[in-house]
């Protein structure tokens, strides 16, 4: 065993039914080191982590931490070997207060009473230390997100651990704070600590780490220092695989301009501005692609375009028309069809029949009813829509959440893209679908378009976006990138760098 | 595909008659212990209704009801909201219908006081649940705290106005002076209390099953009762249709409350009731927040409710065991309803 390893994982292997999470990774992290895992979405960075943290039990593989080998790691002994983690999504009570949240479940008990004052100053110790500044006695609700990462932070280092593991630590802070934060990680590794940290973002990684490894579809890669490394380089490293097959459609002959969005801010609901003045229009007859990780204003801008979310400043029109900030049952008569994101949560109602599902895209249409419903008329459309978009699994009255995934998705493409919509929203219109209903859903946007639809696609799948886009925009950080059109498509791996937000130069 | 269904029915009727079942084995025993004649008791207590004519249409009139409350509750429910004032809305309704028929002398035909007082029923009812339902659509706090607490302060004002306001002074009760006959509810089975009550009950039953089957309003309400995020998208604003939803809510149990003052009691009287508006949620969830099956389980009640009576006079057994009876029943119910919903979540994901 190597001396200077704190941590070392040798041949880890994870599978979850028919996905191999992971396949015989090898990973080491040096002492005073900070190691960057970079990889993309489902590359098994977090299954990683959380395999070191003992909260996955890997199915095969050596863990070594500090020269102990443990051959069943729990969260609790991973704590006591001196691993500590900051999760992704914070683990506070936003009742308690700093010191309460920090020494949650490891109060500093004498003769049965919690040492609050000891509390307070040790917090007090360590944030001088590293430059955390907090109180103690501040309540976390009303704190910002920047804050409250620190209160993780500090309640890692509450515990006497050698490692600190960082899941995307920086997705949900500003440039500012993101500055600081670096600031508190080089402190840290000048005391000894080795850190772990999983990023999206590339010029971070090039700023923080030391070495980074790359993992691809749950193996190791690669592992090479960063110094050396270019950020084109290290998103060459990450995509790496073999150009896409495109898939294969006509000429575009776009018409005119459907849907106009200007100068669009928009403000989520931690008060963080995820979308930071974009424009674009998408014509009639083309597929506007808009790819990107995943967390970078793009479901922000989807809800905004469809009523659901407030825009700060800027406009949207629809045919000419303002629909900036219009309700969502006024957006619904117009002829837009949506496919969301969250499709069980908005896409579909799962307690409700298909019949039900379908109509309710059409309440505005009096055709069905004006108060009392036609009821005979409504199942008659709902059969021949089953019948169009071939939906499985339907017996009188089936409940949509009784269907398969992919078949719930071709109710929401039958309730939303059956009466020809001039525009459509299609929001990760394939996630979470098997290869043939990926391509049911692909043919039907492509077919759209065919017939003169304005089709915008917003996908965290570049393959996805490549393969059906006629123009494709590039978004990070809330803003678009750069844009290009289908001929002139640059290979994946600088796509990918813009997309990890690397400026664009040309 | 029939067989199936058939099947799935018998199921059903299984799964929601069992804890009705055990409920009466357990009552049974407990009767066995306490009573000297347990048989007396027993049967009074089940059949009890269906000894005469008259206990019949006793206990018909307190299904109408029961019914018309369960109705009340289910309204709420279908919207995904629960109201538990129901028994204060039930006060206010009941107090109004009585200072409209006794103390406003309204120039106007006997059988139009009596509409008004029915409509002014409704109306306090909506009125007293007002304030949590704005509270709930505007700032959504949680109703269940705010009718609840809205719950306790009815039975107290009406109290207060009963005894210091509108009370018979020839009287030793708590209560206003009768309404004049003439303007009470036409009775269909005298000398019991049952009257058009029950007619207007099964009414609004079939409305409510229309509403809910065949209107886009009632489609709106359940889209926003079992899936809010979903309706949200479709355009349908939850707050709105919760905000009505409730108002029409406390309006039932508000004419609940007013049929009690026209056809059964024929004046307020301090504490009238027995738990006509707390047992509308109960029989509510019990029926399955549907309008056909809360018909059953208002008509189970109603038979314990008047089989309590009967049994407190043939035998030696308190009018409260119905009460015992009724949290075992509502108990097995409950946990059972948990169950199936496990069941169909676990189905979903």
């Known amino acids: 065993m190597i001396e200077n390893l704190t941590v070392h994982l040798k041949g880890i292997s994870k599978r979850f039914g028919k996905k191999q999470a992971l396949e015989k990774v090898d990973f080491e992290l040096k002492k005073g080191e900070i190691h960057a895992i970079v990889g993309e979405n489902g590359a098994g960075k977090t299954t990683l982590v959380n395999c070191l943290f003992g909260m996955i039990q890997p199915d095969e593989g050596e863990i070594t931490i500090n020269g102990i080998r443990y051959d069943k790691l729990s969260p609790r002994l991973a704590v006591e070997a001196g691993v500590g983690m900051v999760h992704q999504h914070f683990k506070l009570i936003p009742e308690f207060t700093v010191a309460e949240n920090v020494f949650l479940g490891q109060e500093i008990i004498k003769n049965g009473i919690v040492q609050e004052k000891l509390q307070n ?139 106009r969005v200007e100068d669009v801010l928009i ?8 979308v930071k003045g974009v424009s674009f229009n998408v014509r009639e007859g083309e597929v506007v692609g808009l790819a990107g990780v995943a967390g970078n204003g793009q479901s922000e801008l989807a809800e905004a375009i469809i009523g659901m979310r407030k825009v700060d400043a800027g406009r949207i ?4 028309q303002d629909i900036t900030n219009i309700s969502v049952s006024q957006l619904r008569e117009k002829e837009i069809g949506v496919i969301p994101e969250d499709r069980l949560q908005r896409g579909v109602n799962p307690y409700m029949t298909i019949a039900q599902n379908i109509y309710t895209g059409s309440m505005n249409d009096e055709s069905y009813g004006r108060i009392f419903l036609k009821l005979d008329k409504i199942e008659q459309h709902a059969m021949d829509l089953v ?62 378009r065919n017939n003169r639809s304005a089709v915008f696609l917003l ?48 | 595909m029939k067989a199936k269904t058939l099947l799935g029915k018998f199921e059903t009727f299984i799964s929601r008659s069992l804890p009705v079942l055990i409920g009466l084995v357990i009552s049974f ?97 909506a009125l007293w649940i007002l304030i949590p339902a704005l509270l709930k659509s505007l700032l959504n706090v949680n109703e269940i705290v705010t009718t609840l607490m809205s719950d306790y302060m009815a039975p107290l004002l009406t109290a207060y106005f009963v005894n210091n306001v509108i009370r018979n002074p020839m009287s030793g009760n708590a209560e206003t002076v009768r309404i004049p006959q003439t303007m009470q509810l036409f009775k269909l089975l005298p000398p019991s209390k049952l009257n058009i009550s029950i007619i207007l009950s099964i009414l609004l039953l079939i409305c409510l099953q229309i509403f809910y089957l065949r209107t886009k309003s009632g489609l709106k309400q359940q889209m926003v009762g079992l899936h809010p995020s979903f309706a949200e998208a479709m355009g349908v604003k939850p707050q709105k249709v919760i905000f009505t939803s409730l108002l029409a809510s406390g309006a039932i149990f508000g004419l609940s409350g007013a049929l009690v003052t026209l056809g059964i009691e024929y004046r307020f009287l301090q504490g009238f009731s027995p738990g006509y508006g707390s047992l509308g949620l109960t029989i509510a969830l019990m029926g399955g927040i549907a309008p056909i099956g809360i018909l059953w389980s208002s008509i189970l009640y109603s038979v314990l409710l008047y089989g309590a009576t009967k049994m407190q006079v043939n035998a030696d057994v308190p009018f409260s065991l119905v009460f015992l009876l009724q949290g075992i029943i509502v108990l097995l119910v409950t946990s059972n309803k948990f169950n199936i919903s496990f069941g169909r979540r676990e189905k979903n994901e």
């Open chain 1, 121 to 259: 100053r040790r917090i007090e110790e360590l944030s001088k230390r590293y430059g955390l500044e907090v109180d103690p006695l501040t309540p976390i609700y009303g704190m910002s997100v920047g804050m409250r990462q620190r209160v993780e932070i500090l309640r890692a280092l509450s515990k006497d651990i050698r490692v600190l593991v960082l899941d995307e630590p920086t997705a949900v802070l500003t440039p500012n704070e993101v500055d600081q934060l670096f600031e508190v990680l080089r402190k840290l590794v000048a005391d000894g600590l080795s850190i772990i940290f999983i990023s999206h973002h590339l010029h971070e990684i090039m700023r923080i780490a030391d070495r980074i490894t790359v993992l691809r579809s749950g193996k190791k890669h690669v592992t090479e220092l960063t110094t050396g490394l270019s950020e084109l380089e290290i998103a060459r490293l990450i995509i790496g695989r073999d150009q896409s097959q495109v898939l294969k459609h006509s000429e575009a002959d776009p018409g005119d301009v459907v849907l």
């Open chain 1, 267 to 274: 403000t989520d609901s931690r008060g963080a501005q995820t």
């Open chain 1, 317 to 320: 029109c629809y045919l000419g």
């Open chain 1, 387 to 448: 019948k169009e978009y071939d939906i499985r699994g339907v017996d009188d009255g089936t409940f949509v959440g009784e269907l398969s995934g992919g078949n719930i998705q071709k109710v929401v493409l039958a309730r939303e893209l059956s009466s020809q919509p001039k525009l459509v929203i299609a929001s990760e219109p394939s996630r979470g679908l098997d290869i043939g209903a990926t391509e049911f859903v692909h043919k039907q946007l492509l077919e759209l």
């Open chain 1, 459 to 506: 996908s965290t799948e570049l393959e996805e976006v490549l393969s059906l886009s006629d123009r494709i925009l590039i978004i990070h950080g809330g803003r678009i990138m750069s844009e290009f059109d289908r001929h002139s498509i640059p290979d994946e791996a600088v796509l990918s760098a813009f997309m990890l937000g690397v400026e664009n130069k040309s």
């Open chain 2, 29 to 125: 025993v407990i009767m066995l212990i306490i009573s000297d004649q347990p048989f007396t008791a027993f049967v009074s207590f089940i059949g009890g209704s269906f000894f005469d004519l008259y206990s019949f249409g006793s206990m018909l009139s307190i299904l109408s009801i029961l019914l018309i409350s369960g109705l009340g509750g289910m309204v709420a429910l279908k919207a995904g909201a629960i109201n538990i004032g129901g028994e204060g809305q039930l006060y206010l309704g009941a107090m109004t219908a009585a200072v409209i028929a006794i103390y406003l002398k309204l120039p106007a035909p006997d059988f139009v006081v009596t509409i008004l007082a029915i409509l002014g029923g409704m109306l306090a009812g």
